[in-house]
């Protein structure tokens, strides 16, 4: 198969969709790689070291789709990518397709293949490629959170640990998956009183055993998301429903008994955002004003780290990417059940139904799209 990388080129992405070593293994089992000019630059790596694995530099995206049969990315494609997929085209890639019809309406018109990382699932119901960036997100939350609550940033001032005679920060995190858990274990750490949220209680147990009184966790109410925002000086939204957009959970109306300056990150911002008054930012303007709460919402937070981002989610997608290259996309999605969940769009059809269902479009059962195939 011919596999093509980009170079990104959503606003701060310096990720890049495969590595040398990627590159390399793709190679090593037949398969011909094309990398796109500097598409590694952002995060250290040069052309030459794709070219040692084996791949061909191309000068432009442009060559790079019209050579490749796949699409291995890091981001949702923008609109100049979409104009340049085919229908011969699978793209391997972050969509986040819920709460963007723009995206969805071009990939159905380009009639490609497309396959979202962040539904692809595990034999325990995981979300093995959605992980890697769920917990560098989760990490990442706090420290930007903290860097917004500085007052020069329009924050109130409050230092996340305290020091002596002076109270610690209070940390609240709405939802304890992967990314609350990641956010709540980096704020324990820095020394704030934190409180996590969650509606499993399966999952309140097990974090309650994991940091042992260390932080309150609480059953997940309107009434106790309300309570505990009213006290918070940062708040986590770090809430998931698999390919679907997020619940808002916090209303426009909630904020006003939030004290002035708090700041909230919502990490859910991909998938539309679990604040009532979230809309996507960039690492060029990160964060707004609401009602005198900071919004931190940047879209593509763990492309600030891009090089940890690219090696960890990299280390995730390649088993698969060997795989739907090694088979052909049909035969890998039909053989791998697991795999075949990634598969949102297919023939100018939506075969996810999350999707389908947050945008009103018709579903196809992934099933039946690839034996119509």
């Known amino acids: 198969m011919r596999i093509g990388t980009p170079k990104e080129i959503k606003n701060h992405e310096y990720r890049v969709g495969l590595t040398p070593a990627g590159a390399r293994e793709l190679t090593a089992h037949g398969h011909e790689v094309f990398i796109e000019t500097r598409a590694g630059l952002g995060i250290g790596i040069d052309d030459a070291a794709y070219q040692r694995a084996g791949a061909t530099i191309l000068a432009t995206a442009a060559e790079v789709f019209d050579r490749a049969e796949m699409i291995i990315k890091v981001k949702e494609p923008q609109p100049v990518e979409c104009a340049m997929l085919k229908p011969h085209h699978v793209l391997f890639t972050y969509l986040h397709l819920a709460p963007d019809p723009e995206q969805t309406r071009a990939l159905l018109a380009s009639g490609c293949t497309a396959i979202a990382y962040e539904t692809v699932t595990d034999a325990r119901g995981g979300l093995p490629l959605l992980a890697p960036m769920s917990e560098v997100a989760g990490r990442m939350s706090i420290q930007a959170g903290a860097h917004a609550m500085e007052k020069a940033a329009g924050g109130n001032g409050v230092l996340l640990g305290g020091v002596p005679g002076v109270p610690a920060a209070e940390v609240v995190v709405i939802g304890g998956g992967v990314v609350g858990y990641n956010a709540a274990r980096i704020a324990v750490g820095m020394g704030a009183r934190v409180t996590i949220l969650d509606r499993s209680l399966t999952r309140l147990g097990w974090l309650d055993t994991v940091f042992e009184n260390r932080a309150t966790t609480l059953y997940s109410t309107v009434d106790a998301v309300e309570t505990s925002i009213a006290k918070a000086d940062l708040v986590i939204g770090a809430v998931l429903v698999p390919g679907a957009a997020a619940p808002k959970l916090v209303t426009r109306a909630m904020l006003g008994h ?78 791998d059940p697991n795999l075949r969940e990634g598969l949102n769009v297919h023939g100018g059809k939506v075969t996810y139904k999350a999707v389908a269902d947050a945008l009103g479009c018709d579903y196809l059962p992934p099933q039946d799209a690839l034996r119509a195939a």
């Open 258 to 335: 939030m004290k002035a300056g708090t700041v909230i990150v919502d990490v859910a911002i991909d998938q539309g955002g679990c604040f009532e008054t979230s809309k996507p930012t960039t690492h060029q303007e990160p964060t707004y004003l609401v009602d005198g709460i900071v919004h931190y919402c940047v879209a593509n937070m763990p492309g600030g780290v891009a090089r940890t981002s690219t090696f960890a989610l990299t280390n995730a997608t390649m088993p698969f990417a060997v795989a739907l290259a090694d088979k052909g996309y049909r035969q890998a999605l039909l053989d």
